[in-house]
């Protein structure tokens, strides 16, 4: 990591693409973004250099969910999303019992204290996410783990000082009081896995919430709230989301969950700087099709992969098996965002949200070294963290 590397391409900034320019590094951090060429200096050639990307909500891959609770398992899902682009990664928890969150959010603190470029992407900090999700809005989690915040479990966890990004369902009763503490600990305050009422929302709101996970899945509609409430018909999560400029929100844009049209009005609605792009991914990344456990390897519930998409058969999708390289290629395809907007949802969005763009998310002199080489067809070629190349078929 001592010596200079360099990359030369058509290089993405946040707002622009920097034609055939350069970037170079030193010691693990970016030290000049320009069209010179270092004297001296041998270049990795790209189609594309971009930054490293970002992924606020992923669950595992190759076979390991973050819920398994061991540091192998943390590391084999961080290195099947290294490969696929993502350099920085929130490890994220589902519903399940105190001791198996526990053992989650221990295994992840040591892979972060022990961190190398062979145990894959970096771990910027968990995202809390399940347990506490609307019984009626839980998707294809095990709903025998999920239930009410419960103060003195969620004060435990947040006092460990990993946990970045908080998600609770507004409606649950001590939502308000669990947004505040997490609020109080510099995280993003998320409402998922919710059946929210517009005014529930802005109760959420005022204490500190400002994302909603995965949009329109697993969250309330105008449709799904006239079966709670009857007529005159709600608002909903969507609505209150559109409306607020200062809310922000994530897409798995997979091409199995939301058509080519919901990901384009997505991004015309909300903006490159409000919508990130996530996986959502679970352990079936990289593995053939077959049936796996969400969750747990022993107490999560089950749902198959066809090699394309997570499903629970007859009731609907669990999440996706795919990585960040494919989030992106999708939205570009799928939407009129430039390529410079595709990578901010998917790098220096991510980043200013989770509070940790002064570190990482974009390629500018000082921060650091977090680099993709993409081909014309903006796959991964070469992935490097903090200068440090991730280890060929790692
Ligand atoms: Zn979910
Ligand atoms: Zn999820």
Redesign the pocket.
């Known amino acids: 990591m001592s010596s200079t590397v360099c990359f030369h391409g058509d290089v993405v900034l946040p707002d622009r693409i920097l034609d055939q320019g350069f970037v170079v590094c030193e010691k693990g951090r970016i030290t000049q973004v320009s069209r010179r060429a270092p004297k001296g200096v041998h270049a990795i050639e790209g189609s594309y250099i971009t930054p490293g990307y970002i992924d606020l909500?992923v669950?595992g891959g190759e076979g390991a969910d973050y819920m398994d609770g061991t540091r192998d398992a943390v590391r084999i899902a961080n290195r099947a999303h290294l490969k696929r682009g993502t350099t920085t990664i929130f490890p994220?928890t589902?519903t399940g019992s105190t001791d198996e969150l526990d053992r989650m959010l221990t295994a992840c603190a040591e892979v972060r204290a022990n961190w190398s470029v062979e145990a894959g992407a970096r771990i910027a900090g968990v995202h809390y996410?399940g347990p506490y999700f609307a019984p009626d809005k839980v998707g294809c989690h095990s709903v025998a783990g999920c239930r009410d915040p419960q103060a003195d479990e969620y004060n435990r966890f947040f006092g460990m000082g990993l946990i970045r990004i908080a998600t609770c369902a507004a409606e649950l009763p001590g939502a308000e009081e669990f947004y505040r503490v997490a609020r109080g600990h510099g995280c993003l305050v998320t409402c998922g896995h919710s059946n929210a009422t517009w005014a529930e929302m802005a109760r959420a709101y005022a204490a500190g919430m400002r994302h909603v996970d995965?949009f329109w899945c697993a969250m309330s509609s105008v449709s799904s709230l006239r079966e709670r409430y009857g007529t005159p018909m709600q608002a909903s999560m969507e609505q209150f989301v559109l409306a607020h400029r200062e809310m922000s929100t994530e897409v798995i844009a997979d091409g199995c969950h939301l058509s080519p049209e919901l990901l384009d009005f997505a991004w015309r609605m909300k903006g490159a700087d409000r919508l990130c792009l996530v996986t959502?991914a679970n352990r079936a990344v990289g593995m053939p099709p077959g049936r796996y456990r969400f969750g747990p390897s022993e107490t999560g519930s089950w749902f198959e992969s066809d090699g394309r998409v997570g499903f629970v058969p007859n009731q609907g999708l669990a999440?996706s098996v795919v990585g960040l390289d494919t989030m992106v290629r999708t939205m570009k395809s799928a939407t009129g965002a430039s390529l410079p907007e595709v990578i901010r949802m998917a790098s220096l969005t991510p980043a200013r949200r989770a509070g940790i763009a002064r570190s990482t998310g974009s390629l500018e002199a000082g921060k650091r070294a977090d680099v993709l080489v993409l081909n014309a067809a903006l796959e991964i070629d070469r992935v490097f963290v903090g200068g440090s190349e991730a280890p060929a078929g790692s």
């Open positions: 909500h669950h994220t589902t996410y995965h959502d999440s």
